[in-house]
């Protein structure tokens, strides 16, 4: 098994906190539904936790598919290029979704500096909102940063970019 660079451990390491909040999702709407359903009772700001626990996941979830090219597609010209066509088709891709995404995480710190100076806080708890804005931001500035990585290597490596596709065995 050849060595695993540092950079492909950064890239992992954004895709299992992406899991990790799927999961954190996950078992918060069952327990809500679970205690709601049987013991008729709530946790309290459940539906602030889960509304705000959605929005991590989905800028985390950016970032887990915009590496790997898993977000969806449509590839009619691209299955009708040749390989280097495919690769040029791939590059001018991922520079207008680094564009994109880059404007959405300086708009989205913008909102995290809003909420945090607006004091926005839970409905139940009273407990600020600006921390989750802030970990749903990091989430949108991981997918800049895999972004421009998958673009570096679309460009100057793209063979790397093939072995991210491939399957992983697991022994």
Known sequence: MPPVSLMDRFIDTIEWLAAAFVGIVAVDIFVSVLLRYFFAVSIPDSYDFGKLLL?????????ATSYRGTHITVDLVW???GPRGKRWIDVFATLVLLFVVTVQTIMLFDKVRLTMQENVLTYDLRIPTWP?????WLGDVSAV????????RLIFRPDSIQEAHTPRAVE
């Open 79 to 81: 299955s009708a290029a």
């Open 55 to 63: 929005g991590i996941l989905i800028f985390w979830g950016i970032a």
């Open 132 to 136: 989750f804005a802030l970990v749903a």
């Open 145 to 152: 940063l895999l972004i421009a990585i998958r673009t570096w």
